[in-house]
């Protein structure tokens, strides 16, 4: 069993940065693929990043170059650095973990296990 729980997001100006965290329960988190996902408002949740159990990152093309996830699997956490940030950015941001050892359907929401509840991000111009 894995329970994730975000923190870290707020109100920022166009051009600022912001720092996500998820703080992971469980034995097993380093062998997990962690990854966010974002739902703007009236719109779909859609991934944003994800990171593997060794490292490897993935990004959807919105946010590369400018967004940066990161895990530190001693203190079971996964961060999310987001810089030069747009009102477009503006979404609550969800942590996500799945057991998949590859980047399998990664950007589907049924492939993914685990959910946390959301942290809101607002970006203003």
């Known amino acids: 069993q894995v329970q994730l ?7 920022v ?3 600022g940065s912001l720092r996500l965290s998820c703080a992971a329960s469980g034995r097993t988190f380093s062998s997990y693929t962690m990854g966010w996902f974002r739902q703007a408002p009236g719109k ?3 991934f944003v990043t994800a990171i593997t159990s060794g490292g490897n990152t993935y990004y959807a093309d919105s946010v590369k170059g400018r967004f940066t996830i990161s895990r ?3 203190k ?3 961060s999310l650095q987001m810089d030069s940030l747009k009102p477009e950015d503006t979404a609550v941001y969800y942590c996500a973990a799945r057991g998949r050892n590859s980047w399998y ?21």
């Open 5 to 11: 729980v975000e923190s870290g997001g707020g109100l």
């Open 13 to 15: 100006q166009a051009g």
């Open 44 to 46: 779909e949740r859609v």
């Open 72 to 74: 530190d699997n001693a």
């Open 76 to 78: 079971n956490t996964v």
């Open 105 to 125: 359907r990664i950007s589907y929401l049924s492939e993914w296990d685990y959910w946390g509840q959301g942290t809101q991000v607002t970006v203003s111009s």
